[in-house]
């Protein structure tokens, strides 16, 4: 067996594995208790208040629907996919584009925290302590994603077949 | 046949290898300047977001909280969705609603007409409204009053605000007369929301916002009556007195059209005369102007006479 082969399967550790799935799963849950508020009305939405901190002003602001679609639903729809994308399987799938989707999706997910966070900020001037959580969320698994990009990448480029890693 | 099939498959991965163009591992340079990407692209996002901190923390962060009351002021784009609603859109509504029926105001008659009397010392038509920020019809009723009111003049400190969360409709968004100011050449506009959404500490009221002077109590009293309405809505708020010939009490249509809906769903959607919530709303503020059109004996020109607002004059049975 190859040595870059061996190291491959290994990267990331079991320990990154499991800690960013862990926080896709964290991160449906929030996203999918605030759809759930979206559509279901803010009454049930449970938040601590006061000062520069109210949910409610955020989750139903302006800046709550993006193009035309709530938020909260991008969100849902952002861990759905971070849930499969971040599983153990996934991170040591033998098919390349899972990972570049990772590397893509999570790109494309912390672009859209730095805008919720302008909005929150600069526009609305409220914090929501749920959307703050999904956004550490969101920020963590990019690091994750960022920081083992260049690995599980050379993993490719050190082996021409991709099936070679599941075979081997 | 059980040796062959490993061995034959060794032999291709082996002639993948051979064939395919000699791949080289990541040098230690490879290695370092990837690294040095990733934490650069790290390090970006982290200096954007302190730069956000900094800018929300250095430009004031959140609205003021006065007097236990976190209010705050409506964005200038959401007023002025409200304030300038097209001409067009009120003349194609007209007093028509296609998803609920809309309440003209009760015409009273033979009152004396209600004059208020502002700091400037000009005596002008009173219009007096009476509402509550927990109340869900008020908060309904307050997007056509707005309306209405800005076609006479300006209406400043608009706040944000929605119903109870614990009443029927709840969360119904709207906008706050707390803090409003009135600035009109024909009309002089008194505006008390009387109680927060706040709920009180023992569950059975709401934080007081406003007081009633005595003399906006004597004309709820004695306006917002069996006299005018039936027993079940007499007393009941929003409570609107337009220069004592107009009454309303209670919302002019149902809060429901607007509850499932944001503050900017319905503010975006007042340029469309198709909206339902625009319909409500605009069909509800021409009766208004038609009903302020008369205490103000037909002025401005330009918005009494126009389609819209006469089409609610001839529902009214009334002439300016």
Known sequence: MPASTDQGLRVPSIPVVAVSWILSLAGLGISTYLTIVHFVGTQILACAGGGAISCEVVTT????????MPV????????VAA?????????WASAKVIHLIRIAASVIGMCMVLWLLAAELVIIKKICLWCTGVHIITFILFVITLTTAPAILARFSNDPSDETLVDA | ????????????????????????????????????????????????????VIYAVTSGGSSTTTGGHGYEAAPASLTKQLTEIPASVYDTVGVTSSVAPITAPTATSGETPLT???????TLPGVFYLGSEYCPFCAAQRWSLIAALSRFGTISGLGLTESSSKDVFPNTPSLSFYKATFSMNDLAVQAVEQYSNIPTKDGN??????????EQAALTTKYDSSKYFPSGSAGAIPFLDIGN????????????????????????????????????IVAAANYLTAALCKVTQGQPGNVCTSKGVQAAATAMKISF
């Open chain 1, 61 to 68: 602001s302006a800046q709550s629907r993006f193009l035309g």
């Open chain 1, 72 to 79: 909260s639903v991008l969100g849902l729809s952002y861990f």
């Open chain 1, 83 to 91: 849930v499969a994308l971040y599983s153990p399987w996934a991170w």
């Open chain 2, 1 to 52: 046949m059980a040796q062959s099939k490993p061995q034959s498959k060794q032999a291709s991965k082996n002639q993948s290898r051979n064939v395919g163009p000699t791949k080289k591992a990541p040098t230690k340079a490879g290695k370092s300047s990837g690294s040095k990407l990733t934490w650069s692209i790290v390090g970006g996002v982290l200096v954007v977001v302190v730069a956000l």
């Open chain 2, 116 to 122: 208020f009397t502002p700091a400037d010392g000009k």
């Open chain 2, 205 to 214: 009221g709401y934080t007081p916002l406003m007081k009633l002077s005595k």
């Open chain 2, 245 to 280: 010939q107009f009454l309303v009490s209670g919302a002019m249509f149902t809060p429901s059209i607007l509850n499932s809906l944001t503050r900017s769903d319905i503010a975006s959607g007042l340029s469309n005369p198709n909206n339902p919530a625009t319909q409500a």
